[in-house]
Nanobody, 123 residues
Framework: QWQLVESGGGLVQPGGSRTLSCAAS????????IGWFRKVPGKEREGVSC??????WYADSVKGRFSTSRDNTENTARLQMYNLKPEDTAVYYCGARHSSNRFYTRASEYNFWGQGTQVTVSS
């Protein structure tokens, strides 16, 4: 059975860095489009970075500060976050959808989700 397990959230000071991991089991992550989304109370889930094997999209709010990668040997996707700001505080989710040729930027387009991990940026 497909499962995504996220880890890496926590408390970070402004300007700090954090790496989130999304470990997949039950299938090969390389065959899937991966999306990182975040949610704060009262707002809809927001796309942060979405990728296929060929291309990656970043939201304007994180461009130049966040980057994504895939480790096929560990079947894990990662979101590296740098120069974090208080407005980056949210629950972060990874989503997956079977597709290797394009990425998807809307949460409704993903079939599988991790449980979410809280990132709090505060001094």
């Amino acid at each position: 059975q497909w499962q995504l397990v996220e880890s890496g959230g926590g408390l970070v000071q402004p300007g700090g860095s954090r790496t989130l991991s999304c470990a997949a089991s039950g299938c090969t992550l390389d065959d899937f489009a991966i999306g990182w989304f975040r949610k704060v109370p009262g707002k809809e889930r927001e796309g942060v970075s979405c990728s296929s094997k060929r291309a990656t999209w970043y939201a304007d709010s994180v461009k130049g500060r966040f980057s994504t990668s895939r480790d096929n040997t560990e079947n894990t996707a990662r979101l590296q976050m740098y120069n974090l700001k208080p407005e980056d505080t949210a629950v972060y989710y990874c989503g997956a959808r079977h597709s290797s040729n394009r990425f998807y930027t809307r949460a409704s387009e993903y079939n599988f989700w991790g449980q979410g991990t809280q990132v709090t940026v505060s001094s």
